[in-house]
């Protein structure tokens, strides 16, 4: 659901952008929205590019324009142009590493890219002629398109626990991540070449592979550096083993279990046995009350009821 | 009581501290003016009245009790050892005096110390719970990592069956633990504990029930039994645990420890002792529970004879402050300072997502979920009871019972790891890895036995993902096994010689059974699964069972509903607990009164029995009765005391021929021969100070055996005057007044002995408790148990 909404949210940016220029986003979008799935096709090859797709919507949206003062300025439009083509980079190289999931491993730069710009739009730093961005771009009204595009792809950054593979500037990704693949691949290939024919020989030739790489992944698992990639395909690795190869443990020590569990079953059948025949009952001594009539026994008792 | 007593005082200000003062010395046989003369003035006798009232009702006899074994299973007897409870102040005329010394300001600071008392309370039972809580967390978890290392390896390379045996060898060793410190050292913290509360608060004093030494073995025993994987909780311990806390702060001393703190003297007698454990056992629940109003009215419904509303006020007080006492230390624990959001040591976890909602189209399943609960509640009574009058006749030495407790012990491990081996249910690892310890075996990685969630963890932690896990996590079978099971482990669990509580057994199969019925109901109505969620229907299941067992009504709805955390389950819970309680009660007692009545306690419940009007006082009093005289041989004293056969606890004074003048009582007669309070001495000593009423309760509560008094030949022949001690003006009935009329006097005053007298105050019969006790509905009628002694 999350990549698909977004797809339409890039389609989306793509159409507002150009038009900011003549007025607010939320008037926008509202006279836009019929033309915005008819555009998908052409946008999304032409977002890359951008400028041919800005000029053909530009047309459509001069409508009307505010007064200056009102207007944002030429830096901001800018940098709102700037976000929207790299927010456009970023999704379509999300989509495509959506399955198997390659989403850290493939995009992070374009990721840092995204978070530079945004971090440019939200700063309080004066561009040129003393104007920030901030307000106007982010927070003048009730949308706050651009806050919301970057939260969503923010928050599924955070999901998909990105952090923990990438290096702290989104340079590249970590030194551990880069071996688990190495050692991933290792055992890949130990399962590419053994697929054929019986899998008693792939399940013998690969264990070790197989096994380093689990060693690995609990290891990391428990210094919590893993991000979803890893955890995908480690996920991918053992189902493959588990269920294709068929590689599990086997149940085959039946005979031993049954044998001491009915051993420990036996146990309280004669404990319970030797102290009903061998233990003694313990009694206990009636006392007769002190009645002012000897009418103190349950016969009477009955009697009288009667 | 407390009530009164304050009224009293108030009654007696003025004048009374210049007569205080004169320190006359109250040794018998001296000119001492009875302490109605000194009030003479216009008030005085107005104020006698009352306090008559408040002392009236001690009282005599009182033979002690002890339950009885059955010849034929199905006929108690009462114990002639339990001992009732004074639950009335001593010797009117100390009494009077003390409370003429006392100022006003005395009251006041009266009335803040039992405040400060009660925030001990809380205080000390939220830490009880705080230590059990971590202790198990540690050593449960220690246990179950070494026992998951060690089957990861042996799955490898096979020899799981010394992983079996290694997981039956730990069990072993923390029940061995728990179960010689129950069974040699302190047998009464066996079980549950609520039980004996229970008859506490009724009025029953059963001997060691609230000792220090009890609490340590109840706490050490429950974390060991826990630890050990039996199928036992530990919420029915902390309830014991707080009752003994408020036993030990309230008398500002331990006997055990023999340390006296010189504090709270004055709340050492049974009346305020019982107050105060009744705010421990609610700050006992509501640190289980986390569940402040579910513990005062736990106390309520236990214990509310004697009620009254300052007193409820102060038992909240108590339970709220263990509540959030535990809270606090956890969250330290925890990590997280300062967020009081994680109350009671069963955490029930939060329902709110939607799918939690219900509609009224469900009440009708929740009632019959009840009645089910109900049904299963008397099986699970029935064969426990069976069980508890086997283990009463044959298992009774402790070496025995201490190897009864490890054989459950393995075999509880044996069985959980046999079924955690042979299941097939193999479910993914959740994202937030809700299964503390994941068991693999031989499902595919990156899978865990689904069974072993169940099995191989603390019974609560198993509740709480049955309450919560995702739809799906559990399949029918494995749910269906894990009832059948569970349920014969904790009912044969439950009476063993170990310190555990039934609750969470209870919630355990009741949740495993509701969620089945959940997961059944979304695969019959594949139209709308919408609102069969299972984590829904396993909440209600285990409500219904615990009703089923325990029989518990109003406090367990308010506990239940106050552990989710959710109000709107109020109504579903509420009639979930109605039906149960009625179907269960059709076929048998509930699990605590079962035990009571196996224990043989002299218990009085609410009423009398219903066809019991027919009889009389005269048919029910013991007679003829020991009496005394006002002025009385030291010998002849003695002797009767000593007289192991007629072990009486109050005897009638009488002045010749046999007319009722008032009642004393064995503790006061040890009292006054401890100190040699005779007529003779007194003439020969008058400077010798007065027997005052703190005589008495540093006597409290422990009386020394007759036996350990030593009287010369020279002073048996002396006189004791035991008209300055005695209750003057004891509670009487007519010879024929009607069972159900005396039962409510004793039900309404807490009172032990009423004296029997004819049309001219002649002491004719004594009735105490045992003998109301002895009369109840069988299936025959009205049937009478046989007293025994052991």
């Known amino acids: 659901m999350l990549p698909y909404n977004l797809y339409l949210f890039f389609v ?274 009636l006392i007769h009350p002190r009645r002012a009539k000897s009418n103190t026994s349950l016969m009477n008792i009955q009697d009288k009821l009667s | ?40 003035g216009s008030g005085s006798v107005f104020r006698i009245g009352r306090f008559s009232t408040v002392d009236l009702e001690d009282d005599i006899t009182s033979e002690e009790v002890k339950f009885e074994l059955p010849t034929s299973l199905l006929s108690f007897c009462l114990f002639l050892f339990y001992v009732f409870d004074e639950i009335k102040c001593i010797h009117l005329s100390l009494f009077l005096e003390e409370e003429r010394r006392m100022s006003h300001m005395g009251f006041r600071c009266l009335e803040i110390s039992r405040w400060v008392i009660c925030g001990l309370i809380g205080i000390l039972t939220g830490l009880i719970a705080c230590f059990i809580d971590i202790m198990v967390e540690k050593l449960a978890g220690c246990k179950y990592q070494v026992i998951k290392e060690n089957i990861e390896k042996f799955t490898e390379v096979g020899g799981l069956s010394i992983s079996l045996i290694l997981w039956a060898v730990l069990n072993c060793a923390f029940v061995l633990v728990g179960g010689i ?90 009346t305020e002792k019982r107050d105060f454990v009744s705010a421990g056992a609610a700050a006992g629940v509501s640190a289980a529970f986390g569940a402040p109003v579910g513990g005062v009215l736990f106390s309520l419904e236990e214990g509310a004879s004697f009620w009254n509303q300052m007193l409820t006020w102060r038992i909240f007080f108590a339970s709220m402050i263990s509540t959030f006492t535990l809270n606090f230390f956890l969250s330290i624990y925890h990590g997280k300072p300062g967020d009081l959001s994680n109350p009671g040591l069963i955490n029930f976890g939060r329902f709110e997502s939607d799918s939690v909602a219900y509609y009224y189209y469900e009440l009708p399943l929740f009632m019959g979920m009840g009645a089910i609960g109900g049904l299963l509640g008397a099986l699970f009574n029935s064969i426990n009871y069976w069980l508890t009058i086997f283990r009463i006749r044959y298992v009774h030495r402790p070496c025995l019972q201490v190897m009864e407790a490890l054989l459950v012990a393995a075999v509880t491990a044996t069985v959980s790891f046999t079924m955690i081996y042979f299941s097939n249910d193999c479910q993914p690892l959740g994202p937030e890895h809700n299964e503390e310890y994941p068991l693999q075996l031989f499902c595919a990685d990156g899978e865990y036995n689904s069974m072993a969630t169940a099995f191989f963890n603390t019974p609560e932690r198993s509740v709480r993902s049955l309450f919560h896990n ?21 009912c044969w669990t439950y009476g063993l010689a170990v310190s555990a509580g039934v609750f969470i057994p209870s919630l355990l199969i009741g949740a495993a059974w509701g969620r089945l019925c959940g997961i059944l109901l979304a695969s019959f109505t594949p139209t709308s699964p919408i609102w069969a969620d299972p984590g829904k229907y396993a909440l209600i299941g285990a409500a219904a069972q615990l009703g089923g067992i325990v029989r518990m009504t109003l406090s367990l709805t308010v506990i239940m509903v106050e552990a989710t955390g959710n109000v709107t389950y109020g109504l579903p819970i509420m009639l979930v607990l109605m039906t149960a309680k009625i179907v269960g009660d059709y076929f048998q007692e509930g699990l605590y009164d079962i035990h009571i009545k196996l224990q043989s306690v002299p218990f009085l ?182 007293l025994a002694q052991t």
């Open chain 1, 12 to 285: 989306f940016v793509a159409i507002c952008v150009p038009s900011l220029k003549c007025g607010d986003v939320v008037h926008l979008s509202a006279s836009e929205s019929a033309d915005k799935l008819e555009a998908v096709p052409s946008l999304s090859t032409a977002a890359i590019v951008s400028k041919p797709a800005v000029d053909t919507v530009f047309s459509f949206s001069l409508l009307s324009s505010f007064p200056d003062d009102l207007e944002v300025s030429d830096y901001c439009s800018d940098l709102l142009h700037i976000f929207g083509q790299r927010y456009v980079a970023y999704v379509n190289c999300l989509v495509p590493a959506a399955r198997p999931v390659k989403v850290c491993q493939s995009c992070y730069s374009t990721y840092g890219n995204l978070v530079e710009i945004y971090n440019n739009i939200s700063s309080d730093q004066m561009g040129p002629g003393n104007v920030t961005c901030r307000d106007s771009l982010l927070r003048s009204d009730r949308l706050m398109l651009v806050y919301q595009l970057y939260s969503n792809l923010e928050s599924l950054w955070e999901d998909s626990n990105c952090a923990k593979c990438v290096t702290e500037h989104l340079e590249s990704l970590t030194n551990d991540t880069l071996y688990f693949m190495a050692t991933l691949n290792q055992t890949l290939t130990c399962f590419e070449k053994y697929q054929q024919g019986n899998h008693t020989e792939l399940c013998k030739n690969c264990k070790s592979a197989y096994g380093t790489l689990n060693v690995l992944y609990s290891q990391m698992e428990k210094n919590s550096t893993l991000c979803i990639d890893i955890e995908d395909a480690m996920n991918m690795t053992r189902r493959l083993w588990s269920k294709n190869f068929n590689c599990s443990f086997p149940r085959e020590e039946n005979v031993p279990v049954i044998a001491v569990s009915s051993f420990m079953l036996f146990l309280p059948i004669i404990f319970y046995l030797s102290s009903f025949l061998h233990s003694e009952q313990k009694k206990r001594k």
């Open chain 2, 1 to 40: 009581m407390a009530n009164i007593t304050k009224k009293v005082s108030w009654s007696s200000r003025g004048d009374d501290s210049g007569l205080a003062g004169e320190g006359t010395p109250l040794l018998n046989g001296t000119e001492i003016p009875k302490p109605s003369r000194q009030l003479s």
């Open chain 2, 181 to 270: 410190m129950v069974a040699y050292i302190e047998p009464i913290a066996a079980g549950s504990g609520i039980p004996q509360i229970k008859c506490y608060l009724n009025g029953v004093k059963i001997p060691r029930v609230v000792r220090l030494k009890t609490l340590l073995v109840k706490v050490l025993g429950v974390i060991c039994s826990v630890a050990g994987g039996l199928a036992v909780g530990k919420e029915g311990p902390m309830i014991h645990s707080g009752a003994v806390v408020a036993a030990g702060v309230s008398q500002g001393r331990s006997t055990s420890l023999k340390r006296d703190f010189k504090m709270f003297e004055y709340f050492r007698r049974d």
């Open chain 2, 470 to 490: 995702q739809p799906g996590s559990y399949n029918p079978l494995t749910l269906g096994l894990f009832t059948l099971t569970y349920f014969f482990l904790a």
């Open chain 2, 605 to 786: 419940h609410w009423e009398a029995p219903a066809t019991s009007h027919w009889l009389t006082a005269r048919e029910v009093m013991s007679s003829p009765v020991t009496c005394f005289n006002r002025i009385e041989k030291v010998g002849t004293i003695v002797d009767v005391l000593s007289n192991t056969s007629t072990n009486h606890n109050g005897f009638p004074v009488v002045v010749q021929p046999a007319k009722l003048c008032g009642l004393i009582l064995r503790s006061q007669l040890i009292v006054l021969l401890k100190h040699k309070v005779f007529v003779e001495l007194a003439r020969s000593r008058l400077s010798q100070r007065k027997l005052q009423l703190k005589d008495f309760r540093d006597a409290y509560p422990r009386f020394p055996p007759i036996q350990s008094i030593h009287v010369s030949q020279d002073e048996r022949e002396c006189m004791m005057d035991l008209t300055e001690f005695m209750n003057a003006t004891p509670y009487t009935v007519p010879q024929d007044t009607s069972l159900p009329r005396v039962f409510k006097l004793f039900r309404a005053l807490g009172l032990r002995h009423l004296v029997v007298v004819d049309d001219e105050n002649r002491v004719i019969g004594l009735v105490t408790r045992k003998d109301l006790a002895r009369y109840h509905l069988g299936k025959h009628g009205l049937e009478e148990l046989q």
